[in-house]
């Protein structure tokens, strides 16, 4: 054998089939990964492609107006003091429900009742002076008849019988004059027990307590301006203020039919129907917006003051 021969078959010889096979070997795994990319591909696409299909039903389409609001109570009232002095005690407390005549608070009323008994102190003295005085008057009168007779029996002066005349008449002037005042001072003694009266608030009307507005020790000063102490509401019918744009004031009528919902109250809605548009605008920001009141029903209690409102006007 020839060294030639012996070449041919050295190891070195023999790698290069190995190589061959390697290559073929990764192409064949490339083919295999785009083949299996492109038949996801194309899967994708055509479930992508297929029509989606749903069930016909019969519906309403509504065509509606958004705007928001505010809940308030339909009825309240601010309760304020008419006299001045010191809030001595509160009686209620905020979310508190009154009746009608409940007692509410005390005002420090040392000052009204020693005008009340000052007052009564005045007309005893006066009712006191009023018996002297019709004891003077009868005996003026008597003075007067007993001069008349001495005039018919010529025994007495014109003299005398004129001051006995004029005697008289002062003491029936006294007598009246005294009657007027007290009279007057009646008056007087009915105006200190009705400030005396005020010095303890009741409620005006039944409700809830939503505000308090001054506390225990506060100094009232009612000579020019009635304080309010608290609010009473009446929530068991809320009224919606609705903020209603320029744009969208012309297709709001009144009995309209109108939803809304609140920030907590979920899928819930609350239907009523437009009360009333008022028609002084107020303007903010340059925007021109309308104020629109409608009523609902609160006999659970769930709606409360201050809530916001998403309200739908049904055109």
């Known amino acids: 054998m020839s060294r030639s021969d012996l070449e041919t078959d050295s190891p070195r ?3 290069r089939p190995r190589g061959k096979i390697l290559l073929g070997l990764i192409a064949l795994v490339i083919l295999g990964a785009g083949g299996w990319y492109y038949w ?46 010191q809030l001595q005690k509160l009686h209620v407390e905020v979310g508190d429900v009154v009746e009608q005549g409940q007692l509410l608070a005390e005002i ?6 020693s ?34 007779r001495l005039r018919e029996a010529d025994a007495t002066s014109q003299l005398d019988y004129d001051n006995a005349v004029n005697s008289l008449a002062s003491a029936e002037s006294s007598l009246i004059q005294l009657e007027k005042q007290i ?9 200190d027990e009705t400030q005396l009266e005020f010095s303890r608030i009741y409620a005006p009307s039944s409700g809830t307590i939503v505000s308090i507005e001054m506390n225990e020790g506060r100094t009232l000063n009612a000579n020019q301006q009635a304080p309010t102490i608290l609010r009473i ?19 709001i009528k009144k009995e309209m039919d109108v939803y ?4 907590g109250g979920g899928q819930r809605r609350w239907y009523s129907t437009v009360r009333q ?6 303007i903010e920001n340059n925007v021109v917006l309308y104020t629109g009141l409608f009523d609902i029903d609160n006999t659970d209690g769930s709606l409360l003051s201050d809530m916001t409102a998403q309200v739908y006007f049904v055109t």
Do not use: C, H, Y
């Open 108 to 113: 420090d009323a040392r000052v009204q009742q």
């Open 183 to 191: 009279i007057q001072s009646l008056a007087s003694l009915e105006s």
């Open 115 to 148: 005008r009340v008994e000052a007052s009564r102190a005045s007309i005893e003295a006066q009712e006191a002076q009023i018996a002297a005085r019709r004891a003077s008057l009868q005996l003026a009168r008597a003075n007067v008849e007993r001069q008349e």
């Open 13 to 15: 010889s023999s790698k």
């Open 277 to 282: 548009i008022l028609p002084t605008p107020v």
């Open 233 to 251: 509401a009446d929530l068991s019918t809320m009224t919606v203020e609705t903020e209603i744009s320029e744009a969208d004031i012309g297709q």
């Open 40 to 85: 996801q591909s194309t899967g994708e696409q055509e479930t992508s492609n297929q029509p989606l299909i749903v069930t016909v039903d019969i519906g309403n389409i509504e065509n509606t107006i958004t705007a928001s609001g505010s809940l308030q109570p339909f009825d309240f009232v601010d309760v304020g003091a008419q006299v001045s002095g």
């Open 260 to 263: 809304f919902t609140t920030l």
